[in-house]
C-alpha cells in the first residue's frame, strides 16, 4: 500500500448506540440550522460526532463516560457486524418495547478519499457530500446508506455496499487483558499434538501413576488416566489458548523458527543429547534477539533481553537484564509481561497490504507502569507510521492515564462525558484548548502541583509562558519541525513559577540524590534579574540549584541570533516575540470571547494603537497592547487569555496557503526559542547523567574498599566489576570504563578459581579507584590510541 493512496476515518457518527443519545449541544446552539438526513419522525436529532486524527488518537473520559461505546461503534461501522436493537440507547425518548416501535442504534463514518478511491466510488455511483468527503451510515443490519450533495440520504444497492467494503479500512482490536504465557508447549510448537501439555495435567498424572501397586489398581485407575490424556485441549480457559497461541506466534511468526527446529529439540530432550539441545536453544535465543528487537522500545533497560530456557516438555521463557541475571516472568513485574504482550500482538499482526487499518485499543494502561505507557506510546507511534515501511495506519485508544497522553501532540485527545438525564455521552470540544475540567476529571489526580516532580523541567515565571510555549511547541512540531529542534513534553514539564521560580527549582533540585535535570526561562526586566541573583544564591548552603548557562535570559539570548519583530519593540518577554499584526488579532479573539463584543466592535482595536505606544512603553509589546485594550474597551486584558487566544487563531489559519502577515516571523522567532532551550536541556540531561553516574561509581567503589580493605576472594572481586559495568551507560565513557574492568579480569585471573584471594590486592585497590576516573582522562586525551602502563 503506497503513502497516500487510502480510505482515512476523519470523523464517527453515533446516534441512540448505547451510551451515547443524540447531540443535545449542537441541536441547542443559536442558528443551527437541521438538516434533513437527521430527522427521524420529524423531530432533529443530530448525531454525536468525534473527529478522528490521520495517525493516533487518544479517548479520555471518566468512567461509564462511553469511552469503549465509541470504539465499538467504529468497529461496527467500517464492518457492519454487530449493530443490534438491544444496543438502543436507554436514556432515549424513542427506546421502546413495543411492537413496530424498536429501532436500530445508527453509526457511520466521514470518509477522506483519496483520487484512485474518489473515483472507485464515483464509477460505483455513489453519491458524496459537496466537499467530495463520503459519509457513510448503517441504520441497521445489511443497510448501508450515504449522504449526498443536497444532504439527503441514499441507500446503496448490494453491488455498492460490496464495492465500497472493499475500499474501508481493516478494523484491527488488539486484546488488552492477555499476557504472554510463562511457558510453551515444545509439543505444540511441533505440531506433535500435546495431549499431555501442561504441567497440571502431567503432575495430575504422575500422582496417578505413584499410587498404582497392583495389578487391580491399573484397572481402577485406568479410567482416571485416560480421561487425563484425552482431556480436550478446548477444556483450558479461552483466555488460556489465547496465551499459548500469543507464545507461539512469538517463536513461530516473529521470530521466524522453522517447526522443524522443534521437533528436533523435542527429540534432542528425549534422547538426551544435551549438546545439541543447548544448541539449537541458543540459536532460538539468537533469532528471537535479532527479530523482536524489543530493546529498543523497552525504555527500562536498554539491554534487555527475552530468552528461552528448555524443560522437559515446554520452553520456558525467562528475561535477562543487564546485569546478565536471568529471571522467569513471576519474578518480574505484570507490567512488562502486558508490554510484551501488546508489543508482540503488533508484531504478529498480518496487516492487510492493499488497504489501510485502525488499530482499536481498550484501555491499554491498566497494568503498565508510567514508564512502560511512555514505551508502549511510542511503540504505538512507530505503529502507525513505520519507519521501515510505505505505509501510515490510524490508531485509536481509550485511556485514563496522563502517560498515554502525548504532551507533544494535544491535539489527538479527544475528551468524552456522560451528560446529565437523558443527554448521553457528548463530545467535549477543544478540551486540551479550552475545557480542563472534564480533561482533568478523565485524567484523575494529575496536578501541576505535582507535574514538576521527577522529569526534566523547564521553570518559567508564569502561566502564559508556559501556555506560548507548549502551544507553540506543538504548533512547529505539527508543520514538520525536527522533533530535536522542540521540546519533548512527554519528558519535559513546562512549570510556572512566577515570583517563586527560585524556591519551586530548589524544591525540584535541592533536596534529593538524584536531580531532574532543569533550565531556567526569565525576563529581561528587573523580575527577571531578581530572579537569576536568587537562582545563583538560593541553592542548599549558597550553592547555585544549577548551573549559570541554564538559566535563559530572553534579552541576552535575543542578541545572540536574528529575530524579525515589530519595529521599535525592544525583546524583554516572550510576548515580545509576537509581530503586532498578530498580536493584535489574538486580542480581538480575546475580546470578543470573552467580552462579548461583536466583529465591528473588536476591529476598534487597530494596530495602530499598539505601535504607536511602543515608545511610551519603553519598547513593550505588551505593555503597549494593554494599555491600547484598555484605551479601546475600557477593561484590562489578561496574558494567559490572549495567549490562549493567539493558539486558537493560529489554529484556526493552518494549513491556509497564504498565512497571515506575521505568522512566518512568528513561527522563526519561538522556533529559535524553542530550539535554544531545547539545546539547553539536552545540556542539562547530559550533566545529571554523567553525575548520576559518577554517584553510583562511587558508591559502588567506596563500599566495596570499605568492605573489604585488605583481600577477598576473586569471586568478590568479579562481583564489583559486573555492578561497576551494569552501572555505566552505554556511552563512550561506558565503553572506556568495560575496557578497564576486562582488563582487570584479565590481568587478575579473577574468571579462575573463583575461591582463591586476589593477587597483588593493593594494585587491583588502586586500578579499581582510578576507574571512576577515566572518563576524564579519555576526554584530555590521554588513553586515545594508547594502552594503560601498569
Known amino acids: 500500500m503506497s503513502k497516500g493512496a487510502s480510505v482515512r476515518v476523519r470523523q464517527v457518527w453515533v446516534r441512540f448506540y448505547k451510551s451515547f443519545n443524540f447531540d443535545y449541544e449542537l441541536k441547542a446552539m443559536p442558528g443551527t440550522k437541521p438538516v434533513p438526513w437527521q430527522q427521524v419522525e420529524g423531530v432533529w436529532m443530530p448525531h454525536v460526532r468525534i473527529p478522528i486524527e490521520p495517525d493516533i488518537t487518544a479517548v479520555v473520559g471518566a468512567n461509564e463516560s462511553g469511552k469503549t461505546h465509541l470504539l465499538d461503534a467504529i468497529r461496527i461501522a467500517l464492518t457492519g457486524d454487530g449493530l443490534r436493537q438491544r444496543d438502543f440507547c436507554r436514556s432515549s425518548t424513542l427506546f421502546s418495547v413495543e411492537h413496530g416501535s424498536r429501532r436500530f442504534p445508527e453509526v457511520g463514518l466521514t470518509l477522506e478519499l483519496e483520487v484512485d478511491e474518489a473515483d472507485a466510488v464515483d464509477e460505483q ?3 458524496r457530500r459537496r466537499n467530495g468527503d463520503l459519509l457513510l451510515l448503517r441504520p441497521e443490519p445489511e443497510v448501508v446508506a450515504v449522504v449526498d450533495r443536497d444532504d439527503e440520504r441514499v441507500v446503496l444497492t448490494n453491488e455498492q455496499v460490496a464495492a465500497l467494503q472493499d475500499l474501508l479500512p481493516h478494523p484491527h482490536e488488539l486484546n488488552t487483558e492477555i499476557a504472554l504465557p510463562d511457558s510453551v508447549s515444545i509439543a505444540e510448537l511441533a505440531n506433535n499434538g500435546g495431549g499431555l501439555a501442561g504441567r497440571k495435567k502431567r503432575s495430575a498424572l504422575l500422582a496417578l501413576f505413584d499410587s498404582v501397586t497392583t495389578a487391580e489398581d491399573v484397572t481402577r485407575s485406568a479410567p482416571s488416566v485416560l480421561a487425563l490424556v484425552n482431556a480436550d485441549q478446548s477444556t483450558e480457559s479461552a483466555k488460556r489458548q489465547q496465551e499459548q497461541q500469543l507464545g507461539i506466534d512469538l517463536l513461530v511468526k516473529i521470530a521466524r523458527i522453522e517447526e522443524s527446529s522443534f521437533k528436533e529439540l523435542q527429540s534432542a530432550i528425549a534422547d538426551e543429547r544435551e549438546g545439541l539441545v543447548n544448541g539449537l536453544i541458543q540459536e532460538m535465543n539468537n533469532s528471537i534477539a535479532r527479530h523482536l528487537n524489543v530493546s529498543r522500545w523497552w ?10 530456557s528448555p524443560r522437559e516438555h515446554e520452553l520456558v521463557f525467562t528475561i535477562r537484564d543487564r546485569t546478565g541475571t536471568d529471571y522467569s516472568f513471576t519474578e518480574r513485574s505484570r507490567g512488562l509481561r502486558y508490554f510484551l504482550s501488546y508489543y508482540v500482538q503488533l508484531l504478529a499482526h498480518d496487516r492487510p497490504a492493499e488497504k489501510p487499518e485502525v ?3 481498550d484501555e491499554p494502561d491498566a497494568y503498565l507502569s508510567a514508564s512502560g505507557q511512555q514505551d508502549l506510546l511510542r511503540v504505538l507511534e512507530h505503529h502507525a507510521r513505520p519507519d521501515d515501511e510505505d505505509r501510515e495506519d490510524q490508531v485509536v485508544y481509550v485511556t485514563h492515564s496522563p502517560f498515554l497522553i502525548n504532551r507533544n501532540a494535544g491535539h489527538r485527545v479527544r475528551v468524552v462525558d456522560k451528560g446529565s438525564r437523558d443527554e448521553g455521552t457528548r463530545h467535549v470540544k477543544d478540551a486540551t484548548r479550552n475545557h ?9 489526580a494529575f496536578v501541576a502541583e505535582t507535574a514538576f516532580i521527577g522529569g526534566d523541567n523547564l521553570f518559567v515565571e508564569g502561566i502564559a509562558d508556559q501556555v506560548l510555549l507548549a502551544g507553540m511547541n506543538m504548533r512547529l512540531l505539527r508543520a514538520g519541525t525536527a522533533p530535536s529542534h522542540c521540546l519533548d513534553l512527554n519528558q519535559v514539564t513546562i512549570v510556572p513559577g512566577g515570583s517563586n521560580v527560585p524556591y519551586m ?9 538524584v536531580r531532574p535535570a532543569c533550565v531556567v526561562l526569565v525576563d529581561g526586566d528587573s523580575s527577571g534579574e531578581t530572579a537569576r541573583k536568587q537562582i545563583r544564591k538560593g541553592g542548599a548552603h549558597g550553592k547555585p540549584t544549577v548551573a549559570e548557562d541554564l538559566v535563559v535570559q530572553v534579552t541576552e539570548w535575543s542578541g545572540t541570533v536574528s529575530l524579525e519583530v515589530t519595529e521599535g519593540v525592544v525583546v524583554r518577554e516572550p510576548e515580545d516575540l509576537i509581530p503586532a499584526s498578530v498580536a ?6 480575546y475580546a470578543r470571547a470573552f467580552l462579548g463584543v461583536d466583529e465591528e466592535s473588536a476591529k476598534r482595536l487597530s494596530e495602530e494603537d499598539v505601535t504607536g505606544g511602543l515608545q511610551a512603553s519603553d519598547g513593550s509589546l505588551w505593555d503597549a497592547m494593554e494599555k491600547a485594550f484598555e484605551s479601546t474597551f475600557d477593561t484590562r486584558i489578561s496574558k494567559a487569555g490572549f495567549a490562549k487566544e493567539l493558539l486558537a487563531f493560529l489554529g484556526a489559519s493552518e494549513g491556509d496557503a497564504s498565512r497571515p502577515p506575521g505568522v512566518p516571523a512568528l513561527d522563526k522567532n519561538f522556533g529559535l526559542l524553542i530550539e535554544h532551550l531545547a539545546d539547553k536541556l539536552n545540556l542539562a540531561r547530559d550533566r545529571e547523567s554523567e553525575s548520576r553516574r559518577d554517584q553510583r561509581l562511587d558508591r559502588i567503589i567506596d563500599s566495596f574498599t570499605g568492605d573489604y580493605p585488605s583481600g577477598c576472594t576473586r569471586d568478590r572481586a568479579l562481583t564489583v566489576l559486573k555492578r561497576v559495568d551494569a552501572a555505566v551507560d552505554d556511552t563512550t565513557a561506558g565503553d572506556v570504563v568495560r575496557a578497564e574492568t576486562a582488563r582487570l579480569r ?3 585471573k579473577l574468571t579462575s578459581e573463583p575461591l582463591k584471594n586476589v593477587d597483588d590486592y593493593s594494585d587491583f585497590l588502586e586500578r579499581l579507584g582510578n576507574v571512576r576516573h577515566l572518563e576524564r582522562l579519555q576526554d584530555q586525551g590521554v588513553l586515545s590510541g594508547t594502552r594503560r602502563d601498569r
Open 125 to 127: 455511483g455513489i453519491s
Open 299 to 308: 525504555s527500562q533497560d536498554p539491554e534487555f533481553q527475552l530468552r528461552v
Open 359 to 361: 488499530l482499536l485499543m
Open 436 to 444: 480542563y475540567e472534564p480533561l482533568r476529571t478523565s485524567l484523575g
Open 505 to 513: 527549582l530548589y524544591l525540584a533540585r535541592g533536596r534529593d540524590q
Open 584 to 589: 493584535v488579532t489574538a486580542a480581538r479573539g
Open 746 to 748: 584479565r590481568e587478575f
